[in-house]
């Protein structure tokens, strides 16, 4: 059974870096994309960036673009978000979550037809501010 537990949320101020961690369990990550979500209050989730192990690589949403990078390490099945120049726009609660790849052909399709509600992790809250 997969599950997905996000870590590495906090407080950090303008400018700062966060690195945000999603472990994998119970299937081989090698199988699935992974999109990072992400739900500020007052606003619909929205999909921040995704992966998928082919040449259907990566995506990212415009807002993060060139400030936050996803990556996997497959010898830890975990999937990793690297958040750089934070902004107080960023404060939001971080999800992780799966899809399988027959599902979805781009990753980017993650954000708009989200996956079943089991394939999500718990969340982990970013505060951005001074």
């Known amino acids: 059974q997969l599950q997905l537990v996000e870590s590495g949320g906090g407080l950090v101020q303008p400018g700062g870096s966060l690195l945000l961690s999603c472990a994998v369990s119970?299937?081989?990550?090698?199988?699935?994309?992974i999109a990072w979500f992400r739900h500020a209050p007052g606003k619909e989730r929205e999909g921040v960036a995704c992966?998928?192990?082919?040449?259907?690589?990566?995506y990212y949403t415009d807002s993060v673009q060139g400030r936050f990078t996803i990556s996997r390490d497959f010898s830890k099945n975990t999937v990793y978000l690297q958040m750089n120049n934070l902004k107080p726009e960023d404060t939001a609660v971080y999800y992780c979550?799966?899809?399988?790849?027959?599902?979805?052909?781009?990753?980017?399709?993650?954000?708009?037809?989200?996956?079943?509600?089991?394939?999500w992790g718990q969340g982990t809250q970013v505060t951005v501010s001074s």
């Open positions: 979550a799966a899809g399988h790849t027959t599902e979805y052909r781009y990753c980017k399709e993650m954000f708009a037809r989200q996956p079943r509600d089991d394939y």
């Open positions: 119970g299937v081989l990550m090698d199988f699935y994309a």
């Open positions: 992966n998928k192990d082919d040449y259907h690589t990566e």
